[in-house]
C-alpha cells in the first residue's frame, strides 16, 4: 500500500487536491514567497499554498490556460512563462498570479496572458532554457515531437519567428536501414517520419512525413535497383510504400525553381496489404518476390517485375517478427518466416500463374508448401516459455502441404552457450559482408562483436567478444543493428531515439573525408505521375478489397433479384387498390368491409411487431448518432446561443412601413463583472495621514504594566482587610495616616502651585507672535493648496497630475465596466418596452381575430350589397417571434432532409462537372411549417372567438324546408334587425381601425425614445472604445508604475517609521529629563530633612554634613560568576580601590582628614547613624542620576541618527515622487495621444471668429457643460469670498486696536497689585518671602519615616521580649520539677545510707564474733567489701553531681548536661540484672 496514491497520500507525498480533480504534475515552480505554481493534465494552473490548492487559474471564458498538460514553468523578469503540449508559450503577469484568490464556490479565477507564442503546429514543447545573448531574449526549446527550436520572446516589433534549429526523431526508432552502395541511411519511427543520413559525413539529408508511423524498412537490392536508390518501408496501418532517392541536381533546372536541395524523395509506389502493422520486409535472393509479414497473422508475395503485383498470402500461426529467404549457396529458394509465438516456417516459392485479376476471388494461396519448427527447450519448460543465453541448432520436419498448424514441441538438437546473456538477450544481430564479424545488439543498449571462423560452421569457438555500453541501459534496447557496404562502419538505432556510428577499421586506414553519393535520378523522373497515396487507415487492404468487391458483387446480383420481387409486388398492390376502387362502387349493403380483407389476424400482428422491433433496433443503431448530434447542437448553443441574453426582435407596424428592432444583448462582459484589485492605490497624502492617523500614532505600551500592578496590590489590600489587627499595627498605622494627611497637604499646596503655573505656561504659550497666522486658516490654505490642483492643461508640460486625480489600469477597467453596466441597462430596459409592444401586437390580432369572426357572423345576416371589406388580419412575421425559429415538428425536420439532399446532390454534380455552386440558405429547417407562421391564436383568443357578443342575435340555420312568404310584422323586425347589424358592423370595424392606429401610434413613439437611446448608445461605445484603448496603454504603462508607486510606498513608510521614532526617542528623552528633576528634587529634599533633623545651633552640624556629602566610590553589583574564591578576590580588590579612591577623594577635597567610622564623644548616635543612611540614599540617587544622564545621551545620539536618516529619507521620498510624476506626465502625454471621438451640434461651438466658425479647430478646448457652469460659478464665489474675506480684515484690525489699549491697562493694574503684595509681606514678615515655599513646607519625611522604623523596631523587640519571658517561665517551671524529683531521691539515698550504716555494725559484730573461729580474713569477705565501698564512692560521686546540677540550675542560662554513669554502676546494674 505504501506506493498506491492512498499510502503516498497518507505520507505526505501527495498534495490535497481537495475539489479539484487529482492529476499529474509536469511542470511546477516554486514562487519567492513559498507558495507553489504548477500545471495540470488538463492544462490550467494550479496554485498551491502548503499542501492545498489555493486556486485553480484559467483564462476567460472558462478556457483551459493550455490545451493540454503544461510540461514547464518558469520565473523570468517579473513574468511567468508556461510550456505546454499545445506548442504555444505564454507570458502571465506574476503579481496577478501570486495575490491570486477564489471568488466563488467553484474554485476558478479568470486571468488572461499578457503575450502568447504559437510555435508551429503539431508542436509538444517539452523543456525551455534561455540563451546568454545579452541584449536579446532568445529560448531554446525543446520539442517532444522532434524537434529543437529557437524562440524569440521579447514581443516586440521585430520579433524573429520561430526557427526550428533541426529535428530528429520523437520515441523509439523502429527500423534501421543501410545502403548496398553508398554511406546511406534511412530510419523509421512511430512519429510518422521516415529520415534519410549521410552517416559518414554526419549529415542528416531529406525526412518525409506521413499519416502513420513506420514500423520497418528495408533497402531495395541492387538486383532490382542496380543504383541503390530505392526503400521499402512498412506502415502501423498495413501500408507498403517504395520510395526512391536521388539528387535533384541531376535534374534540368527550370525558372522559378525552388531552392535545390541535397536529395529528393519520389513515391513509386503504394499498396496495403495487410490490415495491422508490417513488422517484416525481405526480398528474394534474386529480386523476383518481395515477402511482407505483419502482425495479421499473414505473409503477403509480390511479383516485383510486373510492377509489384500481388501473387498471393499465406497463413502463420502467430504474428509475423522476421522474414529471410534462402541465400544463393541453397539450391532451392525458400522463405523462412519466424513468428512471436515461437513458431518458425519454411515455404517454397508458390507457382506463379497467370490469371487475369478480375477472375480472381482470393488472394490467400491454399496449395502452399512448408514445413513448420515449434521451438521448445528444456529451460523454456522450466521458466515458463522464457529462454535466453543460448544459441540453438534446429533441424526443420518435412514439408506438409496443410494450413492447419499442429500443437507440436520441437527441441534443438544442438546449442552453444553466450556469456552473460541469461538476463540481457540478443535482440538483433547482422553480419559483416564477408561473414567474419557477427554484431549483436543486446537489451540493455549494449553491443557484442564476435569473430566468425570460416572453418567453423558450427560455432564452437564463439567465445571471446568485444562487448560496448552504447544505449541507454533501461529503455535504449537495440532495435537495428547494420553494416555499411564495405563493412567500414557500424550504424546502430536504440528505443532511446539514439544513432550511434562506429568506424570498425582504424581510424589511420579509414578515409579522412568519407562522403555519401545520393543516387542520380532517372530518366523522366520528373515528369512520372505520383501515385494516389492511401491515408485512410480504414482503408481496404488488398485481400479486403477483392473481397469487398466480390461482395458487391453478389450484393448488386441481390438487389436484381429484390427489385424484380418488388415489381411484382407493386403490381399486385395495383391490382388490389383497383379492386377497393371497385368495391367502393357497389352499393353499401353489397360492399366488403376493410376487416373481410384481412384473411390472417396474425400475419398483421407479427408484421406489427417486426415493424417494431426494427424501429427499436434503428433507435439502438442510431443512438450514438443521436448522442453526438445533440452534444453537437449543445455545444452550438453553448457556443452562440447562451452567452446571448436577448436575440434580435423586429416589431413591426400594421398599417405603416415603420419598424423597430431591439438590441442583441450578450451578457455583461468581464469589466460589470470583475473587479480587479488595484495593485497601486494612489499613497494618501501626509495631511490625510495626519488626520487619519492623528497625534498619538503608535502609542508606546509600556504603560500597561501599570494597570496590573494596581490590581495585584488591590488583591493584596483586600486580602489584609480580613486580618485582624494587633496594637502595634494600630499604632503605626496612625502615624502613618498623620504623616500621610501633613504629606497630601503639602502635596495639594504644590499641586495647586504646579497647576498655578502651568496654567501660566499655557497661557503665556498661547500668547500669539508677532508673525502669528490662524491654524484655521493655515490649514485653510494647506488644503487648497492640495486640492485646489493644477489649473494647467494637461497638454502643458508642466502639468501636475494631483493624487487624487491618477488613474490606473484597474481604475480604468473599474471605469469600462461602469459604462458597460449603464449601457447594458438601458438596452436592456428598452428591449423590455420592444417586447411589452411585440405583447401588445399579440393582444392586438388577438382581439382583430376575434372581431373579424363577429364580423363574418354579422355579414351573415347582411345582404351582400351592404358588406363592408373586411380588414385584413395582421400578421407575425418571423423576425418579430425569433424564438420560433428553435421549434420544429415532423414537417420540418423533412423538409430539412430534402434540403440537405438536395444540397448534397448539387455537390455531386458540381464535383462531376467540375464547376463550383452554392446551396440554397441553409435556416430552413428553423421555419415553421405553412399554416403555422400566423398561427397566434392561443386558448383565451379561441375562447373569445367561440362566444358571441350579448348584442348579436343567433343567426338563423338553413333549413331543408321551404319557408313561407314573411308578413308586415317580420318584415319590420328583420328591418330593425338589418339597422342594428349594420351599425354593428360600422363599430366593429372602426373597432378594428381604432386598435390598428393606437398600436401604431405606441410603435412610433417607441420608436422616436429608441433613436434618442441609440445616439446615445453610440456615443457610449464611442466612449467605450476610448476607454479601452487608455486601459491597454495604462496596463502597458502599469508595472513600471507599480514599481516606482512600491519605492514611494516604501520609503514613505519608512519616514513614517523614522519620525515615529524620533518622536519616541524625544517622548523617552523627555520622561528621562523628568526623572532626572525628580532625583534632584529627591536630592534637595534629602538635604533639607536632615538639615531640619540637625536643628539649629547644634555644635557637630558640619561634621555630620561632611559625613552626609563624603564622596564614596562604592563596588558595582555583579551578578556572581566562576568560583567562590575569584567572588572574594574580585571583591577584596574592589574594596581596597573604593578605599583608595575614597582616600584620595577625602585628601583631596579636604585639607583635615576624619574619621566617619566612628561617633564622637557628645554627638547623638541617632543623628550619626542617620547621616550615615542618607549618605547610601545620596549615593543612590546620585547612582541613578549618573545612569539617567547616560541614557539621555544615547538618545541623543539615536536622535541625531535618525534625524540624518530622515533627511536622506526624504532626499529619496522626493527624488522617487519626483520620478513618479515625470512617469505620470509621460503617461498623461501618451493618453492625449489617443484621438477621442466627441460629436457638437452648432450651437455647443463658441469659438468663433469674425462670426464664423473656424476651419481648424485644432486649438480650442472641450468643456462639459456642468464644468464650464461650475467654473463660471466658482468666479462669482471667488468674487464673494473676497470681498467678505476684506471685510473680516477691517474687523480684525479695529479688534486688535482695542485689545492692545485694554492690554496696556491691564499691566498698570498687575503693578499696582505687586506693590500691595510687596508691602503686606514687609509689614508681616519684614522681608520679602517665598510664597510657594512657604505653602509647601511640610515635615521631614526622613526624619518621620526613620521614627516609624523605629516605632515598629521597639514593637517588634516588645514581643519578641515577651516570647523570651514565657520561655523563662516554662524552664523555671520544669527546673522546679526536676529539683523535687532529686529531693526525693535525695531522701532515699539517705535512708539507704542509715539501713547501710545499720547492716555495717551487724556485719562488724557478725565478723568480731566469727572471726574467733577464723585467724585469717576470706578472699570472699574482702571482694564483698570492696565492693560495698565502691558502691558508697559512686553514691556519692553522684550525690556531688545532683548537688553541682542544682547549683547550676538556679543560675540564669544554666546548661544542663546529662547525667554521668560510672561503669561500676553499669557493672552493677548488669549484675542485678
Same mark, same amino acid.
Given at each position: #500500500?505504501?506506493?498506491t496514491?492512498?499510502?503516498?497520500? =497518507? ?11 487529482t492529476s ?8 519567492p514567497d ?9 492544462g ?7 499542501s492545498l ?9 472558462m478556457k483551459?490556460?493550455?490545451q493540454?498538460?503544461i ?5 523570468d ?17 506574476f503579481?496577478?498570479? @501570486? ?7 467553484t474554485?476558478?479565477l ?6 502568447e507564442l504559437? +510555435?508551429d503546429?503539431?508542436?509538444n514543447?517539452f523543456? #525551455?532554457?534561455?540563451? !546568454? ?5 532568445f529560448?531554446? $526549446?525543446?520539442d517532444?515531437?522532434?524537434a529543437i527550436?529557437?524562440?524569440?520572446? /521579447?514581443?516586440?516589433? *521585430? ?7 533541426f ?10 536501414a ?9 530510419t ?11 552517416f559518414?559525413?554526419k549529415?542528416?539529408l ?11 524498412l528495408?533497402?531495395?537490392p541492387r538486383?532490382?535497383?542496380y543504383?541503390g $536508390? ?8 498495413g501500408v507498403?510504400?517504395i520510395?526512391?532517392?536521388y ?8 525558372a ?14 503504394v499498396?496495403?496489404?495487410h490490415?495491422?502493422?508490417v ?7 534474386d ?8 502482425k495479421?497473422n %499473414?505473409?503477403?508475395?509480390?511479383e516485383v ?12 500461426p502467430g504474428?509475423?517478427?522476421q522474414l529471410m ?31 487475369d485479376?478480375?477472375?480472381?476471388v482470393s ?5 502452399i508448401v ?8 528444456v529451460?523454456?519448460?522450466?521458466l ?12 526443420f ?11 507440436q ?10 556469456e ?5 538477450p540478443i535482440?538483433t ?7 567474419? #564479424?557477427?554484431?549483436?545488439g ?6 557484442r562483436v564476435?569473430?566468425l571462423s ?9 567465445? @571471446?567478444?568485444?562487448h560496448?555500453?552504447?544505449?541507454d541501459n533501461?529503455?535504449g534496447?537495440v532495435?537495428g543493428?547494420?553494416a555499411?557496404?564495405? !563493412?567500414q ?6 528505443a532511446?531515439g539514439?544513432?550511434f556510428?562506429f568506424s570498425v ?5 579509414a578515409?579522412?573525408e ?6 542520380s535520378p532517372r ?19 488488398i ?8 461482395y458487391d458483387?453478389?450484393?448488386?446480383e441481390?438487389?436484381?433479384?429484390k427489385?424484380?420481387k418488388r415489381?411484382?409486388?407493386k403490381a ?11 368495391n ?5 349493403h353489397?360492399q366488403?368491409?376493410r376487416?373481410?380483407f384481412?384473411?390472417?389476424?396474425i400475419?398483421? $400482428? ?5 415493424t ?5 433496433q434503428?433507435e439502438?443503431e442510431?443512438?450514438?448518432e ?10 452550438l ?15 413591426y407596424a400594421i ?10 444583448l450578450?451578457?455583461?462582459s468581464?469589466?460589470?463583472k470583475?473587479?480587479r484589485?488595484?495593485q497601486?492605490?494612489?499613497?494618501p ?22 494597570s ?5 496590590e ?18 503605626v ?6 504623616i500621610k494627611k ?5 502635596e495639594? $499646596?504644590?499641586?495647586?502651585?504646579l497647576?498655578?503655573?502651568k496654567e501660566?505656561?499655557e ?22 493648496q492640495?486640492?485646489?490642483?493644477d489649473f494647467?492643461?494637461k497638454?502643458a508640460? !508642466? ?17 469600462l465596466?461602469y459604462?458597460d453596466t449603464?449601457a447594458?441597462?438601458?438596452k436592456k ?9 411585440? @405583447?401588445?401586437k399579440?393582444?392586438?390580432i388577438?382581439?382583430i381575430?376575434c372581431?373579424?369572426?363577429e364580423?363574418?357572423?354579422l355579414?351573415?345576416s347582411?345582404p ?9 388580419i395582421?400578421q ?6 425569433p424564438?420560433r ?7 420540418t ?13 448539387e455537390?455531386t ?9 452554392t446551396?440554397?440558405?441553409? =435556416?430552413?429547417?428553423?421555419k415553421?411549417?405553412?399554416g ?9 383568443s379561441?375562447?373569445?372567438?367561440s362566444?358571441?357578443?350579448t348584442?348579436i ?20 323586425i ?11 358592423q360600422?363599430?366593429?370595424c372602426?373597432r378594428i381601425?381604432?386598435?390598428?392606429v ?5 410603435l ?6 429608441? =433613436?434618442?437611446?441609440d445616439t446615445?448608445?453610440?456615443?457610449? !461605445?464611442l466612449?467605450h472604445v ?22 514611494v510606498n516604501?520609503?514613505d ?11 519616541e ?14 532625583l534632584?528634587e529627591q536630592?534637595?529634599a534629602l538635604?533639607?530633612?536632615?538639615q ?7 555644635k557637630?552640624a ?8 563624603k ?22 580588590? /574592589? ?5 583608595l579612591?575614597s582616600?584620595?577623594?577625602a585628601?583631596?577635597?579636604?585639607d583635615?582628614?576624619f ?5 564622637? %564623644? ?7 547613624e542617620?547621616?550615615?543612611?542618607l549618605?547610601e540614599k545620596r549615593?543612590? *540617587?546620585e ?18 541618527t ?8 526624504a532626499?529619496n521620498?522626493?527624488a ?9 506626465r509621460?503617461?498623461?502625454?501618451r493618453l492625449?495621444?489617443?484621438l477621442v471621438? *466627441?460629436?457638437?451640434?452648432?450651437h ?7 462670426g ?9 478646448l +472641450?468643456? /462639459? ?5 461650475r467654473l463660471?460659478?466658482r ?9 467678505k474675506?476684506?471685510?473680516?480684515n477691517?474687523?480684525?484690525?479695529e ?8 492690554k ?16 503686606l ?13 512657604l ?10 519615616e526613620?521614627k516609624?522604623?523605629?516605632l515598629?523596631?521597639?514593637?517588634s523587640?516588645a ?7 514565657e ?16 529531693t526525693?531521691k ?5 535512708d539507704l545510707c542509715i539501713e547501710k550504716?545499720?547492716l555495717?555494725s551487724?556485719?562488724?559484730?557478725l565478723?568480731?564474733?566469727q572471726g574467733n573461729a ?5 578472699k570472699a @569477705?574482702?571482694?564483698?567489701r ?9 553514691q /556519692?560521686?553522684?550525690?556531688s553531681? =545532683? ?23 553499669n557493672e552493677?546494674?548488669s549484675?542485678?540484672?
Amino acid at each position: #500500500m505504501a506506493f498506491t496514491f492512498t499510502g503516498l497520500k =497518507l505520507q505526505g507525498s501527495l498534495g490535497r487536491f481537495g475539489k479539484t480533480s487529482t492529476s499529474d504534475i509536469e511542470g511546477y515552480i516554486e514562487l519567492p514567497d513559498g507558495k507553489v505554481l504548477s500545471g495540470s493534465e488538463w492544462g490550467n494552473l494550479l496554485l498551491w499554498e502548503g499542501s492545498l490548492i489555493k486556486v485553480e487559474l484559467c483564462r476567460t471564458g472558462m478556457k483551459s490556460c493550455h490545451q493540454g498538460p503544461i510540461n514547464q514553468i518558469m520565473l523570468d523578469e517579473g513574468e511567468v512563462i508556461t510550456a505546454g503540449s499545445d506548442g504555444c508559450v505564454r507570458i502571465w503577469d506574476f503579481e496577478t498570479i @501570486d495575490t491570486a484568490d477564489t471568488i466563488d464556490d467553484t474554485g476558478l479565477l479568470e486571468i488572461e496572458p499578457i503575450n502568447e507564442l504559437q +510555435v508551429d503546429k503539431n508542436v509538444n514543447l517539452f523543456s #525551455m532554457i534561455k540563451m !546568454d545573448e545579452i541584449g536579446n531574449n532568445f529560448w531554446l $526549446a525543446q520539442d517532444a515531437s522532434g524537434a529543437i527550436w529557437k524562440l524569440d520572446l /521579447s514581443f516586440s516589433n *521585430i520579433t524573429q519567428d520561430p526557427e526550428c534549429l533541426f529535428s530528429f526523431h520523437s520515441g523509439a526508432i523502429e527500423a534501421l536501414a543501410v545502403s548496398p552502395l553508398t554511406y546511406l541511411m534511412a530510419t523509421t519511427a512511430l512519429d510518422c517520419f521516415v529520415r534519410f543520413y549521410d552517416f559518414a559525413s554526419k549529415t542528416p539529408l531529406i525526412q518525409m512525413k506521413f499519416k502513420q508511423g513506420g514500423t520497418s524498412l528495408t533497402w531495395v537490392p541492387r538486383t532490382v535497383s542496380y543504383g541503390g $536508390a530505392q526503400i521499402v518501408i512498412g506502415f502501423q496501418d498495413g501500408v507498403v510504400r517504395i520510395l526512391e532517392l536521388y539528387d535533384p541536381k541531376g535534374i534540368t533546372l527550370f525558372a522559378g525553381r525552388k531552392k535545390v536541395l541535397d536529395a529528393e524523395l519520389h513515391m513509386k509506389y503504394v499498396f496495403k496489404p495487410h490490415t495491422a502493422e508490417v513488422t517484416a520486409l525481405a526480398y528474394e535472393r534474386d529480386g523476383e518476390i518481395l515477402a511482407t509479414g505483419s502482425k495479421d497473422n %499473414t505473409v503477403f508475395l509480390f511479383e516485383v517485375e510486373k510492377d509489384y503485383k500481388p501473387i498471393g498470402y499465406f497463413n502463420t500461426p502467430g504474428p509475423v517478427c522476421q522474414l529471410m529467404w534462402s541465400p544463393a549457396s541453397h539450391p532451392e529458394s525458400t522463405l523462412m518466416t519466424l513468428c512471436e509465438n515461437g513458431y518458425i516456417l519454411e515455404s517454397l516459392i508458390p507457382t506463379i500463374k497467370d490469371v487475369d485479376d478480375h477472375d480472381v476471388v482470393s488472394y490467400e494461396i491454399q496449395d502452399i508448401v512448408l514445413r513448420c519448427f515449434h521451438f521448445s527447450s528444456v529451460k523454456s519448460k522450466i521458466l515458463g516459455n522464457y529462454d535466453a543465453g543460448f544459441l540453438y541448432h534446429c533441424q526443420f520436419p518435412p514439408f506438409f502441404s496443410d494450413s492447419d498448424f499442429q500443437n507440436q514441441a520441437d527441441e534443438p538438437f544442438d546449442f552453444r552457450f553466450l556469456e552473460d546473456t541469461e538476463d540481457n538477450p540478443i535482440q538483433t544481430f547482422a553480419f559483416s559482408s564477408n561473414q567474419t #564479424m557477427m554484431f549483436c545488439g543486446m537489451r540493455n543498449g549494449g553491443i557484442r562483436v564476435y569473430i566468425l571462423s570460416e572453418s567453423d560452421p558450427s560455432l564452437t569457438s564463439l567465445k @571471446d567478444y568485444w562487448h560496448f555500453n552504447v544505449h541507454d541501459n533501461n529503455y535504449g534496447c537495440v532495435k537495428g543493428i547494420s553494416a555499411s557496404f564495405d !563493412d567500414q562502419y557500424l550504424v546502430t538505432a536504440g528505443a532511446d531515439g539514439n544513432i550511434f556510428v562506429f568506424s570498425v577499421i582504424s581510424q589511420v586506414v579509414a578515409e579522412k573525408e568519407a562522403k555519401a553519393k545520393v543516387p542520380s535520378p532517372r530518366f523522366g523522373i520528373e515528369s512520372e505521375p505520383i501515385p494516389e497515396d492511401i491515408e485512410d487507415p480504414k482503408a481496404y487492404s488488398i485481400e479486403n478489397a477483392r473481397r469487398k468487391r466480390e461482395y458487391d458483387k453478389l450484393m448488386k446480383e441481390v438487389e436484381e433479384i429484390k427489385a424484380g420481387k418488388r415489381e411484382h409486388i407493386k403490381a399486385l398492390r395495383n391490382q388490389f387498390w383497383k379492386l377497393l376502387a371497385m368495391n367502393k362502387e357497389l352499393p353499401v349493403h353489397m360492399q366488403f368491409q376493410r376487416t373481410d380483407f384481412n384473411i390472417d389476424a396474425i400475419i398483421h $400482428a407479427e408484421i406489427n411487431k417486426k415493424t417494431i422491433f426494427k424501429i427499436q433496433q434503428v433507435e439502438k443503431e442510431l443512438a450514438w448518432e443521436k448522442q453526438k448530434y445533440e452534444l453537437g447542437l449543445k455545444k452550438l448553443q453553448n457556443r452562440f446561443h447562451d452567452p446571448l441574453e436577448s436575440d434580435t426582435v423586429v416589431v413591426y407596424a400594421i398599417q405603416s412601413e415603420h419598424q423597430i428592432a431591439s438590441y442583441r444583448l450578450v451578457k455583461p462582459s468581464k469589466y460589470s463583472k470583475l473587479k480587479r484589485p488595484s495593485q497601486s492605490e494612489r499613497r494618501p497624502s501626509k495631511l490625510e495621514r495626519f488626520e487619519k492617523e492623528g497625534p498619538g500614532r503608535k502609542e508606546s505600551i509600556k504603560e500597561t504594566g501599570g494597570s496590573v500592578s494596581l490590581q495585584e496590590e488591590s488583591i493584596i489590600e483586600k486580602g489584609k482587610q480580613f486580618r485582624p489587627r494587633t496594637l502595634s499595627e494600630i499604632m503605626v498605622g496612625n502615624q502613618i495616616e498623620k504623616i500621610k494627611k501633613v504629606i497630601q497637604k503639602a502635596e495639594r $499646596a504644590q499641586n495647586k502651585i504646579l497647576q498655578r503655573k502651568k496654567e501660566w505656561d499655557e497661557l503665556y504659550k498661547s500668547k500669539p507672535d508677532d508673525d502669528y497666522e490662524d491654524p484655521k486658516d493655515v490649514q485653510a490654505i494647506r488644503e487648497a493648496q492640495m486640492f485646489m490642483g493644477d489649473f494647467n492643461l494637461k497638454t502643458a508640460p !508642466d502639468y501636475k497630475i494631483p493624487e487624487h486625480m491618477r488613474i490606473n489600469a484597474a481604475k480604468k477597467e473599474e471605469e469600462l465596466g461602469y459604462l458597460d453596466t449603464m449601457a447594458h441597462g438601458k438596452k436592456k430596459y428598452m428591449n423590455k418596452c420592444i417586447l411589452s409592444l411585440r @405583447d401588445l401586437k399579440l393582444a392586438v390580432i388577438e382581439e382583430i381575430q376575434c372581431l373579424v369572426q363577429e364580423l363574418k357572423n354579422l355579414q351573415m345576416s347582411i345582404p351582400t350589397s351592404k358588406h363592408i371589406s373586411i380588414p385584413q388580419i395582421p400578421q407575425m412575421y418571423p423576425e418579430e417571434v425569433p424564438e420560433r425559429r428553435f421549434q420544429y415538428d415532423e414537417e420540418t425536420l423533412l423538409r430539412f432532409k430534402r434540403k440537405q439532399q438536395k444540397r448534397q446532390d448539387e455537390k455531386t454534380d458540381s464535383k462531376q462537372t467540375g464547376s463550383t455552386s452554392t446551396g440554397g440558405g441553409g =435556416l430552413g429547417f428553423l421555419k415553421m411549417p405553412p399554416g403555422k407562421e400566423g398561427d397566434v391564436t392561443t386558448r383565451d383568443s379561441l375562447s373569445r372567438s367561440s362566444k358571441v357578443s350579448t348584442f348579436i342575435m343567433e343567426l338563423p340555420k338553413s333549413s331543408e324546408f321551404e319557408k313561407a312568404e314573411p308578413s308586415d310584422v317580420e318584415v319590420e323586425i328583420m328591418k330593425r334587425d338589418e339597422v342594428k347589424h349594420l351599425y354593428m358592423q360600422q363599430y366593429l370595424c372602426n373597432r378594428i381601425k381604432e386598435l390598428i392606429v393606437t398600436f401604431d401610434a405606441e410603435l412610433h413613439l417607441l420608436r422616436h425614445r429608441k =433613436l434618442k437611446l441609440d445616439t446615445k448608445m453610440k456615443l457610449s !461605445d464611442l466612449h467605450h472604445v476610448t476607454l479601452f484603448q487608455e486601459m491597454l496603454l495604462l496596463k502597458n504603462f502599469e508595472k513600471q508604475e507599480n514599481i516606482l508607486q512600491e519605492r514611494v510606498n516604501s520609503l514613505d513608510k519608512e519616514e513614517q517609521d523614522l519620525q515615529w521614532k524620533i518622536n519616541e526617542t524625544l517622548k523617552e528623552m523627555e520622561e528621562k529629563k523628568n526623572e532626572i528633576t525628580k532625583l534632584q528634587e529627591q536630592e534637595k529634599a534629602l538635604y533639607a530633612g536632615f538639615q531640619s533633623a540637625l536643628g539649629e545651633n547644634n555644635k557637630f552640624a558640619n561634621f555630620l554634613m561632611k559625613v552626609l556629602k563624603k564622596k564614596i566610590k562604592r563596588a558595582k553589583k555583579k551578578e556572581v560568576e566562576g568560583d567562590a574564591d575569584e567572588d572574594e578576590e574580585s571583591e577584596e580588590s /574592589s574594596e581596597e580601590e573604593s578605599s583608595l579612591e575614597s582616600d584620595e577623594d577625602a585628601s583631596g577635597s579636604e585639607d583635615d582628614v576624619f574619621d566617619d567610622s566612628i561617633c564622637p %564623644t557628645n554627638c547623638d548616635a541617632n543623628l550619626f547613624e542617620l547621616a550615615l543612611q542618607l549618605r547610601e540614599k545620596r549615593l543612590d *540617587i546620585e547612582e541613578a542620576l549618573v545612569e539617567e544622564k547616560k541614557i539621555v545621551d544615547n538618545l541623543k545620539k539615536e536622535y541625531d541618527t535618525c534625524s540624518k536618516k530622515v533627511k536622506v529619507v526624504a532626499t529619496n521620498l522626493n527624488a522617487a515622487e519626483e520620478a513618479l510624476e515625470a512617469y505620470q506626465r509621460e503617461k498623461q502625454q501618451r493618453l492625449n495621444e489617443l484621438l477621442v471621438v *466627441i460629436p457638437l451640434k452648432l450651437h455647443q461651438i463658441e469659438y468663433v471668429i469674425f462670426g464664423e466658425v473656424p476651419n481648424d479647430l485644432s486649438g480650442t478646448l +472641450v468643456f /462639459s457643460n456642468h464644468s464650464l457652469g461650475r467654473l463660471q460659478e466658482r468666479i462669482i464665489k471667488l468674487q464673494e469670498e473676497n470681498a467678505k474675506q476684506q471685510k473680516l480684515n477691517r474687523e480684525c484690525r479695529e479688534r486688535r486696536k482695542v485689545l492692545i489699549r485694554e492690554k496696556r491697562e491691564m499691566a498698570k493694574t498687575i503693578h499696582k497689585m505687586e506693590e500691595t503684595v510687596r508691602e503686606l509681606m514687609i509689614s508681616k514678615f519684614g522681608r520679602v518671602i517665598d510664597l510657594e515655599a512657604l505653602q509647601t513646607l511640610s515635615v521631614n519625611t526622613t526624619l518621620e519615616e526613620l521614627k516609624i522604623k523605629k516605632l515598629r523596631k521597639e514593637l517588634s523587640n516588645a514581643k519578641e521580649l515577651r516570647m523570651w519571658e514565657e520561655k523563662i517561665a516554662q524552664v523555671r517551671w520544669e527546673l522546679m520539677m526536676k529539683t523535687k524529683e532529686h529531693t526525693k531521691k535525695l531522701h532515699q539515698m539517705n535512708d539507704l545510707c542509715i539501713e547501710k550504716k545499720k547492716l555495717d555494725s551487724r556485719l562488724n559484730t557478725l565478723q568480731n564474733q566469727q572471726g574467733n573461729a577464723f585467724q585469717g580474713p576470706r578472699k570472699a @569477705d574482702t571482694l564483698a567489701r570492696q565492693r560495698v565501698t565502691e558502691l558508697v564512692e559512686s553514691q /556519692s560521686e553522684k550525690i556531688s553531681a =545532683l548537688k553541682e546540677e542544682i547549683a547550676l540550675l538556679r543560675k540564669k542560662g544554666g546548661l544542663i548536661l546529662p547525667p554521668i554513669t560510672s561503669t561500676q554502676e553499669n557493672e552493677m546494674k548488669s549484675m542485678d540484672a
